[in-house]
T-cell receptor
């Protein structure tokens, strides 16, 4: 079965600090990887995704993530966070199981950016 | 606005009530999903529909009953729920299957009293 681990449950940073959120997944086959963000009171939205090709992917709002296959990791980074980045961040993976695929999420990381 | 609309946004129901959650998308997607989001837990996939056919039931209790009359609409019928079923229920849709990007609705905040 596929699973996703997010090790940081709650992160507090000052504005302009650098961010790295960890994500590790468990799945034996080919995977697609995603980071979703949920701003307070809003719906889940896609931040970035990796399907194939360059393992360093860039998303919206200056976020990027690196897929390291040997480590089963897909960590999210941003060089300089802003107060508006305060949100909950979810790592997700899809893999094929039988005839269908399903999107599996981690527990999420709550990011709080202080002024 | 994601193109996925869920109603109602909030619902309070007693344990003996019957209610339904509705999800609608006009993105041309052919896969739709129900997820449960509880505090401090991963999003739990409940049901998957591909081309109106249920392809996944993630061991969900029978007090939750999904219905997908067409590829644009998805319902979750609720009856005799328990207080521990209180959560945010999210609907999502995607093209083809979960291997592509999923678009989420804003969810229905359900409270069972």
């Amino acid at each position: 079965a596929q699973s996703v681990s997010q090790h940081n449950h709650h992160v507090i940073l000052s504005e302009a600090a650098s961010l790295e959120l960890g994500c590790n997944y468990s799945y034996g086959g080919t995977v697609n990887l995603f980071w979703y963000v949920q701003y307070p009171g809003q719906h889940l939205q896609l931040l970035l995704k990796y399907f194939s090709g360059d393992p360093l992917v860039k998303g919206i709002k200056g976020f990027e993530a690196e897929f390291i296959k040997s480590k089963f990791s897909f960590n999210l980074r941003k060089p300089s966070v802003q107060w508006s980045d305060t949100a909950e961040y979810f790592c997700a993976v899809t893999g094929y199981t039988g005839t269908a695929s399903k999107l599996t999420f981690g527990t999420g990381t709550r990011l709080q950016v202080t002024l | 606005e994601t193109g996925v609309t869920q109603t109602p946004r909030h619902l309070v129901m007693g344990m003996t009530n019957k209610k339904s959650l509705k999800c609608e998308q006009h993105l041309g997607h052919n896969a739709m999903y129900w997820y449960k989001q509880s505090a401090k837990k991963p999003l739990e996939l409940m049901f998957v529909y591909n081309f109106k056919e249920q392809t996944e039931n993630n061991s969900v209790p029978s007090r939750f009953s999904p219905e997908c009359p067409n590829s644009s609409h998805l319902f979750l019928h609720l009856h005799t729920l328990q207080p521990e079923d209180s959560a945010l229920y999210l609907c999502a849709s995607s093209i083809r299957g979960a291997e592509t990007e999923a678009f989420f609705g804003q969810g229905t905040r359900l409270t069972v009293v």
